[in-house]
């Protein structure tokens, strides 16, 4: 069945680069997301690719897709305190209108 | 004013009680999704609905049940709560055109069953 993975936890100091990992399993994904979500809030789209692509930039974030080994990273540049939050990752399955979520990484940015 | 609305956002309860959590949406979509967050496992689909007459089961639909009384609204009942189900449930929805399957959540509702 679908899975998706990430680790639980990343701290960064402010400045530097995060680098969020995921692994999927549906090699047939049309698309795949990234949401963050905020303390106390629900989870808001923050980025996606199409899966023909390799790589999207958009401002502080860049996407990779490497569908050989079904994985997917997020790379934050001059990661803020406001980065802090859980993102996750999510897979499109084919001929449904179904995502599948990941576990949701831990952001820790610190001074 | 939010799109998607939950009520009620902290619900502490006992268990064997029946509980409603309800959603609701201004963004004109068809399609909703009630789903529970727990730490470590991410977000899991319980039901699914694709317009008003339409119900799905997702991964974790035992001990649940929906209705869609409109299109604007998808409630989530636990017909006799057991502590298992304390989580935080979202309500998310989703239409046609912007970006492919993008989902729209609720803000959350923290049930905790005693």
């Known amino acids: 069945g679908e899975d998706v993975e990430q680790s639980l936890f990343l701290s960064v100091r402010e400045g530097d680069s995060s680098v969020i990992n995921c692994t999927y399993t549906d090699s047939s994904s049309t698309y795949l997301y990234w949401y963050k979500q905020e303390p106390g809030a629900g989870l808001q789209l923050l980025t996606y690719?199409?899966?023909?692509?390799d790589m999207k930039q958009d401002q502080r974030l860049t996407v990779l897709l490497n569908k050989k080994d079904k994985h997917l990273s997020l790379r934050i540049a001059d990661t803020q305190t406001g980065d802090s939050a859980i993102y996750f990752c999510a897979e499109s399955i084919s001929n449904t209108d179904k995502l599948i979520f990941g576990t949701g990484t831990r952001l820790q940015v610190f001074p | 004013d939010a799109d998607v609305t939950q009520t009620p956002r902290n619900r502490i309860t006992k268990t064997g009680k029946r509980i409603m959590l309800e959603c609701s949406q201004t963004?004109?979509?068809?399609?909703m999704y009630w789903y529970r967050q727990d730490p470590g496992l991410g977000l899991r689909l319980i039901y699914y609905?694709?317009?008003?007459?339409?119900?799905n089961k997702g991964e974790i639909s035992d001990g649940y049940s929906v209705s869609r009384q409109a299109q604007a609204k998808f409630s989530l009942s636990l017909e006799s709560a057991i502590p298992n189900q304390t989580a935080l449930y979202f309500c998310a929805t989703s239409g046609t055109g912007g970006v492919y399957n993008e989902q729209f959540f609720g803000p959350g509702t923290r049930l905790t069953v005693l």
């Open positions: 690719i199409f899966s023909n692509m």
């Open positions: 609905s694709f317009d008003v007459k339409d119900i």
């Open positions: 963004k004109g979509h068809d399609r």
